[in-house]
């Protein structure tokens, strides 16, 4: 499955896995919200809130999608994190993994806390 993540100054496609959260996801779509920034990582709440799966993670490559339940949020990094360590990805705690992105996702260092954020169906 793929979705498209767009805002103000640009656009990503990203290919999903099939997962339960994903499925969840795409059943809330489309979806606008308010952008946040962590460091080089943008979240955003979902409205979708689904159960930590078995396989999450807190430590990711850039460019994946996650999803952070204790936050019903898609978590989006694109590099470090404040608590990061090194150049590695760190989230906040342990999210969901549903993907990554088709493209360059450190185009994702255009958004700006606050921007409109639409989550749909590619």
Request: negative net charge; hydrophobic residues 40%; proline residues 8%.
């Amino acid at each position: 499955m793929q979705i498209r993540i767009s805002w103000p100054a640009g656009q990503l496609t990203a290919t999903l896995d099939e997962t339960p959260t994903s499925k969840a996801l795409a059943e809330a779509l489309p979806i606008s919200a308010s952008a946040n920034t962590w460091g080089e990582e943008v979240y955003f709440d979902t409205g979708v809130s689904v159960a930590l799966e078995h396989d999450a993670r807190q430590v990711v490559e850039p460019g994946t999608v996650a999803f952070w339940t204790e936050g019903d949020a898609l978590a989006l990094p694109y590099g470090p994190t404040p608590i990061s360590r090194g150049g590695e990805s760190r989230l906040a705690s342990p999210c969901n993994v549903l993907g990554s992105f088709d493209g360059d996702p450190r185009l994702l260092s255009t958004v700006r806390d606050g921007d409109p954020v639409r989550v749909e169906l590619a």
